[in-house]
């Protein structure tokens, strides 16, 4: 096996120069690149990671715990991740878990075995307590509101989100407000229904179980909540739908069975996808991208000032008003 030394010589350059070329460093001349790259291709060398990270300390990589890869709404916060990422030349390891708690430890396993640096953790299954047992092995980032533990967070606010958008269906005339949910037992749902109790009571109106429609994740569940509400004897007049794509779902289906929006039904949609956008849905934009870049910068952080301390970062929302109310 040919060594750095070798591969130096046969390419022309400097030892300092291969190092430069097998880190990933940007501020090498092309030629001398290309040139080390030959000599690597041709004298079939490669690198023993599990050595390089030994000698460096760290892998360069963070784990990423994402319950689903093709929900629009983790997309977009691993999005805000990877292009952060990209600039300081670290990788990302993607968790698919579909929130079982095995697939979530796992994880954390790999946290603990110095498989990676960091993990962010951008929805989960398991308890704050398991996870912050974890904590000593390195840094461990949430995507939700966590005080008083040896984890760091960033968010935005779910309970005055919601209140914003219910407050502005109460103000355009709505009386009979409903809402979707992914997942009605995670913490962000909680809090989502506590809004929705409160804030209806402070107005005066009136909140339904029948009202609040669960396991709506994808664009065909927009469709299939449009079907429902259409057979409901007393259905709501407006509906936030936590989910832009759920939301343009329901709305095309809409369109096809004659049901009017707004006249017949309002909607808010979440997240501002580029599909509110083009459908022109009133929607909240709760900075996804930049959750993501923020979670990243966090974990990044605690790896290169190596501090214990927790980071606790609120970012805001807001409305966007379009034409669905």
């Known amino acids: 096996m040919p060594n750095i030394k070798q591969i130096a010589e046969a390419a022309g350059v400097s030892v300092s120069t291969v190092s430069r ?29 599990n050595a390089v990270h030994l000698v460096r300390g760290t892998t360069q990589t963070i784990g ?61 299954s398991l308890s704050l307590n398991q996870i912050e047992k974890y904590a000593k092995y390195g840094p461990i980032t949430l995507c939700e509101e966590v005080r008083g533990r040896a984890l760091s967070c960033v968010y ?17 005339g709505h009386r009979r407000i409903g809402y979707t949910v992914n997942r009605r037992n995670s913490a962000s749902s909680a809090t989502r229904h506590k809004a929705y109790l409160d804030t ?13 429609f669960d396991n709506c994740r994808y664009i065909e569940d927009g469709a299939k909540l449009l079907t429902h509400i259409m057979t409901m004897n007393e259905p709501p007049s407006a509906l936030i739908i936590t989910g832009d794509h759920v939301a343009a779902g329901l ?21 501002n996808q580029p599909i509110s956008k083009l459908l022109g849905i009133t929607t909240i934009d709760n900075r996804l991208n930049e959750i993501g870049a923020e979670a990243f910068g966090i974990v990044y952080r605690h790896i290169t000032e190596q501090t214990d301390n927790t980071i606790i970062q609120e970012l805001g929302f807001k409305l966007v008003e379009r034409s669905t109310v």
Request: proline content about 2%; charged content about 25%; some cysteine.
């Open 200 to 212: 209806l009571a402070s107005l005066g109106g009136e909140s339904r179980e029948a009202w609040i």
């Open 64 to 124: 990423v715990i994402i319950p689903q890869i093709n929900n629009a709404y983790f997309g977009k916060v691993v999005e805000g991740i990877g292009q952060h990422a990209l600039e300081v030349n670290y990788q990302l390891m993607l968790c698919q878990t579909d929130y079982r708690t095995q697939e979530e430890r796992k994880a954390l396993h790999m946290l603990r075995d110095k498989i990676i640096d960091g993990l962010i953790i951008i929805s989960r």
């Open 251 to 271: 709305m095309i289906t809409a369109q096809s069975h004659g049901v009017r929006i707004p006249g017949d039904l309002a909607v808010i949609g979440w997240d």
């Open 156 to 172: 935005f606010d779910h309970y005055a989100s919601f209140q914003k958008a219910i407050t502005y269906l109460w103000d355009k």
């Open 21 to 49: 070329v097998l880190n990933g460093h940007p501020y090498v001349r092309e030629d001398k690149r290309k040139a080390v790259e030959d000599a690597i291709e041709r004298l079939q060398y490669s690198r023993n990671m």
